[in-house]
């Protein structure tokens, strides 16, 4: 028998890599990476390749689970829509809406029907208690270009094919293909960067794979992100070299910025780096002479207690030298679809807001619709009004990836009720009542909504199935109306097909107005994220607008458009003033919030530094921690271990597969060491994502090397005050031979 040949988008990684899999009865039998693709050009990592573990894992849920005597047993889909019928009602109405919380992962991101869907649960809860992967990764990034440039996803994005000098601070894009920035083979861009006379600088505690192409590296001491930034502005003002280009009359604030850094001189800050004041002057002005250049940070800088601050300074840097919205500097994607700043009036809106409500128990104000995720246990400890009682988590294990998983998991033991949306039994689902597994990714459309608005080319791509879903299993999107039906007391029932019908016309009618009649009639027969989509993309800034622009794009023409790789919609171009969704229609360079912030940073210049500190880091193969369950991803040499320079490990005396524990305050976690060079002296790195050895967990091949969790070392009281992200690097630790 032939294999037959499908088209589909990694959903595994933000690099959305374009896939060619090969089927025969029923079968995976090959994925490679699709040369026609618009985005990723024939790129492929292991991840994508892994697919097929995924689809075949047998560790996989495929039924749903029902907790029996402390057991999971599977169960009908009915007999689990009748069990949470029984049991999350009768919460709410006794304890009320906050007593039930809701997280999410960033597996999400990667499923239409999860993304687009998640809300509809939200605000069918009505609870306060939202909690996202973003605070552990994101938010500062989101939050700093919100306060900037008014909306949360208008990330500024490094023009790589087209820049001659890029500076890369606390980021790996060798490993992650980019990171709130699709740029699938990074590596390649890189060398090509190179090989056409330009720079490519990195600046990271750790001598990364990324830094390993570069033309220089400089080590940098972990949270030390905010006072170089700060210093190359202040080099940038007492040097004259600030000139902002084409968007000079779309910036407010730039005199506010001169003032604040005032007290960040090279000098002062040298010391906090670890770089000295010539390197960091040299930085600012290579910066600010060269035509074409850009600097991109990411995690490193996030992950951290100056997280927004950080954030916002890469962006202070980019706009003062010139190289904001221009080609070969730093651009704005423009995406075809669900992109708020392509939607309303041009260059001009509402902005971002913050603090609407607060957490119960630490105060910490709501960001972007959510509250931090290490204010979780807190809010099931607490007792009193509000107290979170019951948990609904969807595709994440925050067991895992949060600060004090075992405090976290301690607390879900202790809930009236859990209900987990997942493909797994794993540290965080374990503790659930009520287990629904989702769908094999190549069970299920595929449309990357917040990708594209990240992405280094503008571009339209989906992926139908590739094989059937199991018939009596139903979305993603119907399992999240079924919960929303439940908790809104319309039973379990509720036929979700029909309250997406009735939701989308509503929507419609509030959209389109008189023409809502013609929307639906072009739009029947498709539902769910579908019909979601085509509306977008019709309506979108490349759309067919119903048909007064036939040549603009449909979900009919993407589809058709995936065998050839999608559809390129060009290079990205300059969007100021147009994306702009700021209420003075301008770059706010100098908010208030981060201002204020950044007085918090002057007064810790001169801090005193612990004497070793604790980073993370992103191996190519792992993405989120159930992909330690995949033996693609798996094989090979062991990991999870604590690299340390020869310094240190001299220092304790510790040697190359030696067991130490680490320790912050009353914390502890052991690892295995590696002696490496790459690290900074008085810095260690362990990777995110590990930590598999709880007891009723189903991740076979995870749990023959389960590693050690990094997050069990952290504190979640210590977070970035103005995203609420946790801080994960630059944790002070201890060290110690274990006996």
Not at 304 to 315: K, P, R
Not at 550 to 576: F, H, T
Not at 666 to 675: D, F, K, L
Request: hydrophobic share 40%.
């Amino acid at each position: 028998m032939n294999a037959t040949t499908h088209h589909r988008i990694c959903p595994l990684c933000e690099a959305c890599c374009g896939l060619e899999v090969k089927t025969e009865s029923g079968k995976v039998v090959s994925i490679r990476g699709h040369e026609a693709d618009v985005l990723s050009r024939g790129y492929i990592c292991p991840k994508g390749v892994a697919l097929k573990d995924l689809h075949e894992d047998p560790d996989r849920l495929r039924t749903p689970l029902i907790k029996r005597n402390g057991v999971h047993v599977e169960a009908s889909w009915e007999e689990a829509f009748a069990e949470i019928e029984r049991r999350l009602p009768p919460l709410l109405a006794t304890h009320g809406r906050d007593s039930v919380a809701i997280t999410v992962g960033n597996p999400s991101a990667h499923k239409i029907g999860l993304l687009t869907y998640f809300g509809k649960l939200a605000r069918a809860l009505g609870t306060k208690n939202v909690f996202s992967a973003s605070t552990l990764d994101q938010m500062p990034k989101q939050l700093a270009s919100g306060l900037m440039f008014g909306h949360w996803l208008s990330v500024a994005l490094p023009d790589i094919e087209r820049t001659d000098l890029l500076v890369v601070l606390g980021a790996n894009p060798v490993v992650s293909n980019g990171s709130m920035w699709t740029v699938p083979d990074f590596r390649g861009k890189a060398k090509a960067l190179r090989a056409r006379g330009g720079e490519l600088i990195v600046i990271d505690p750790r001598r990364t794979e990324t830094a390993a192409l570069a033309d220089s590296h400089h080590f940098i001491r972990p949270n030390a992100d905010v006072f170089l930034l700060a210093a190359m502005v202040q080099t940038l003002f007492a040097e004259n070299l600030v000139k902002l280009g084409s968007v000079a009359n779309w910036v407010d604030g730039v005199d506010a910025v001169r003032a604040a850094v005032q007290p960040f001189t090279p000098e002062v800050c040298a010391p906090r780096c670890g770089i000295g004041a010539d390197t960091i002057r040299t930085l600012a002005r290579k910066l600010a002479n060269t035509e074409r250049a850009a600097l991109y940070a990411r995690i490193g800088t996030c992950t951290q207690e100056y997280g927004t601050l950080a954030s916002w300074l890469v962006d202070v840097v980019n706009t003062l030298t010139g190289h904001m919205d221009q080609v070969g500097g730093m651009l704005f994607a423009k995406s075809a679809a669900f992109a708020s700043n392509t939607q309303g009036k041009d260059g001009v809106g509402k902005g971002v807001s913050t603090g609407r409500h607060h957490a119960r128990v630490s105060g910490a104000p709501e960001v972007y619709g959510e509250l931090p995720i290490a204010c979780l246990a807190e809010e099931i400890e607490t007792p009193g009004a509000g107290q979170v009682r019951a948990l609904i988590t969807v595709a994440s294990n925050p067991v895992l990836s949060s600060p004090d998983g075992p405090r976290l998991s301690k607390a879900m033991a202790s809930l009236d009720f859990m209900l987990s949306l997942d493909i797994y039994l794993n540290e965080t689902t374990r503790h659930a009542d009520v287990i629904l597994p989702g769908l094999s990714p190549l069970e299920d459309f595929h449309y990357d909504v917040a990708f594209p608005q990240l992405s280094w080319r503008n571009h339209a791509r989906a992926s139908q199935a590739i094989f059937d879903k199991p018939a009596d299993q139903p979305y993603e999107w119907q399992t999240i109306l079924k919960i929303a039906a439940i908790v809104q007391g319309k039973g379990a029932q509720a036929d979700p097909d029909l309250l997406d019908d009735e939701a989308f016309e509503q929507d419609a009618q509030r959209l389109a107005g008189p023409m809502a009649p013609a929307v639906l009639a072009a739009l029947k027969g498709l539902r769910g994220p579908q019909r979601a989509l085509d509306a977008a993309l019709r309506m979108g800034p490349y759309g067919d607008q119903f048909g007064r622009k036939p040549e603009g794009l449909n979900l009919q023409k993407v589809l058709a458009a995936s065998s050839q790789g999608g559809i390129d919609l060009g290079a990205l171009q300059p969007r100021i003033p147009e994306m702009l969704r700021t209420p003075s229609g301008k770059i706010e360079l100098a908010a208030p919030a981060l201002l204020q912030d950044l007085q918090r940073a002057a007064q810790d210049l001169r801090g005193l530094q612990p004497n070793l500190v604790l980073i993370g880091r992103r191996d190519v193969r792992t993405n989120n921690s159930w992909m330690h369950n995949l033996p693609t991803l798996a094989k090979g040499p062991y990991r999870c271990t604590l690299l340390v320079h020869p310094v240190d490990a001299q220092r304790y005396g510790a040697s190359n597969g030696a067991s130490v524990t680490l320790r912050n305050g009353p914390r502890s976690v052991q690892a295995q060491v590696q002696v490496s060079d790459e690290m900074m002296p008085g810095v260690v790195s362990l990777p995110h994502g590990w930590g598999h050895d709880a007891p009723g967990t189903r991740l076979s091949v995870a749990a023959e090397r389960p590693g050690s969790n990094i997050n069990a070392l952290l504190d979640p009281a210590l977070r970035d005050p103005l995203s609420g992200n946790s801080v994960l690097g630059g944790v002070a630790v201890t060290m110690e031979l274990c006996p």
